[in-house]
């Protein structure tokens, strides 16, 4: 079993992550790094790393590993993998039998009347849905939330508006922004429709959980409003569950949590791949108005992605990530108002622990790091938590050791 104290007092990062380290800096760029760790292998929500420290993760990657480390259902479609020679072909120009099976699995957990496009990334799978709205509605501006992330590419950019470091001197799409609520009361919970009055619109996007916004999370009234006026006005409403979809939540997607349904959304982190969802009325006439080489490509990644779905379906994994999120805020909810901490927030799996400052947050991840667990940031103070699907109440109460025992510290 995984102990609190297996690496406080060893020093980080050890001699064989330091080499590797130094030659990262050294060779390519040192992009968004949050602490020294190198992750050479895991299991279950057990990450480690070259010098055999071992971290319990409450990270799942950014929502990317959602049934945790060599999870035996994911070793066996790597092991029938492994004689393949063809893993990586141009998947929107030839067929495969994995494309066929993820896209089969996902119609299984979205509307009925839905379709899929698979693509590389979270940022691409937002690219297509609004080019997908674009087609219908024609190069209008686009409503999307104050505080939103969408991805880095240029058109997700432009709606994008979590941090002035994404946006800097790059150029933007046209855009409408509206406040992001999270209370039914706040004063500004209808201004979507003014902005539809005032101006033709091509779409509305936004995130149910903002992620990189800081896990805030929407009020019921707030996306109820949306897909009101977005269906008075004949407007797409997109909805962004790159991060929060396939479970984090509680339920396969947030927007469930509401008793809505979008026209458009985007998926990608738990799926393995990037994908564009979308109503079939919306699908474009043109065959190659939507296309990647490597987009749908990866079949080892296609097949992993659809055996995540059936894990989480047969282990029920939805059910475990409400029982263990609802255990893990009721323990960080004794820590609001000591330290620091101002404030506990989220929907499953999907918690932010809000601080009183930035320094204060970034001092204690890398606290909480030194001590064996490994969290992220998110918005300007808050930290993020989003374990895998999988973990454990024994790990639940690991982590929240850690952190009683970290955020106690001045």
Known sequence: MYQVNDITNHKLPGPNARKIIERMKRHAYDSTFVYPLVIANGHDCILEDPDGNQFLDFTSNIGACPIGYSHPDVMEVLAEHSTSGTHKIAGQDFYSKEHADLAETVSTIIPRDFKSFFINSGAEAVENSIKIAYRKMGPLPGISCLGAFHGRTLGALSFTFSKPVHKYNFPEFAAKRIKFCTDDDDPEIDAVESLLKENKIAFILTEVVQGEGGYNVASKKFIRNLRKYATQYGVPLILDEVQSGVGHTGKWWAFEHY????????????????????????????????????????????????????????????????????????????????????????????????????AHREKKIDMLFRNGLLTLGAGQKSLRIIPPLVITKEQVEQGLSIMTQVLSKS
Request: hydrophobic content about 40%.
């Open 259 to 358: 008793g809505v349904r979008p026209d458009i959304m985007s998926a990608a982190k738990a799926l393995q791949v990037g994908a564009a969802i979308y109503n079939k009325k919306f699908e474009p006439r043109d065959r190659s108005a939507l296309s990647s080489t490597w987009g749908g490509g990866s079949r080892i990644d296609m097949a992993v992605g659809a055996r995540t779905i059936q894990v989480i379906k047969r282990d029920r994994l939805l059910e475990n990530a409400t029982k263990m999120g609802d255990m893990l805020k009721k323990g960080l909810q004794e820590l609001v108002g000591k330290k620091g901490v101002a404030d506990v927030r989220g929907l499953g799996l999907m918690i932010g622990l809000e601080f009183d400052t930035r």
